[in-house]
């Protein structure tokens, strides 16, 4: 599906599989779908976690993390026992159990708020934007000025972050129609 959206904005994308092919890359985008441990477990099977560091690190490329790919950025999950990516100070956790008219997952179209000036989202329409998620877990941001924007869910939570040229979102821009496509290619042109 990111494949295709890239596609239509008129760009170009690849599987990465390797090292090489990864470091050949102008810029990442790690989507996930599924659960942290086994979003990590692929990564280090492949040899892939200090790659992605040298990429967001030392070449400072841009990244974005996608759904799980965001939280895969973070330390860890509640999730699972095993470490995170550690670009973006936080952890995923889980949607409070204890609210019964809460359903998790979150799952279906809701708007975000802007809260902060970055590449890939529109701050002068801070409120209104929509986008489609599916999860049951939202990064815990342990450094506010990662924040972007946030969203509800029976909580406040970060449904998009920024640190330097890492970027997450807790949503599926590739099933987010027009809003989903400027995102694309904001992110296309960073």
Same mark, same amino acid.
């Given at each position: ?10 760009? +170009?994308?690849? $599987? %990465?599989?390797?090292e @090489? ?5 102008? #810029?990442?985008? =790690?989507? *996930? ?11 280090? +099977?492949?040899? $892939? %976690?200090?790659?992605? @560091? ?5 070449? #400072?490329?841009? =990244?974005? *993390? ?26 995923? #956790? ?11 997952p979150?799952m279906?179209w ?15 329409q801070p409120?209104?934007?929509?986008f ?30 920024q640190r ?14 027009k ?12």
């Amino acid at each position: 599906s990111i494949a295709n959206m890239i596609a239509r904005r008129g760009g +170009r994308s690849a $599987l %990465v599989r390797d090292e @090489k092919s990864l470091m050949a890359a102008d #810029k990442l985008i =790690l989507p *996930g779908v599924g659960s942290f441990k086994n979003g990590m477990d692929v990564l280090v +099977r492949n040899g $892939l %976690v200090d790659p992605l @560091k040298e990429f967001a690190y030392q070449s #400072k490329r841009p =990244l974005l *993390g996608i759904c799980l790919g965001m939280q895969m950025l973070t330390f860890g999950s509640e999730e699972g026992e095993g470490l995170g990516l550690g670009f973006i100070e936080g952890k995923a #956790k889980h949607f409070p159990r204890n609210d019964i008219d809460l359903k998790v997952p979150h799952m279906g179209w809701n708007t975000i708020t802007v809260t902060k000036e970055n590449p890939l989202l529109n701050i002068s329409q801070p409120q209104d934007q929509r986008f489609y998620f599916a999860h049951s877990f939202f990064v815990e941001c342990y450094d506010e000025t990662d924040i972007v924007s946030k969203s509800e869910h029976g909580i406040s939570f970060v449904s998009a972050l920024q640190r330097e040229n890492i970027y997450g979102v807790q949503f599926h821009p590739e099933k987010s129609h027009k809003y989903g496509m400027a995102l694309i290619k904001q992110f296309s042109e960073v």
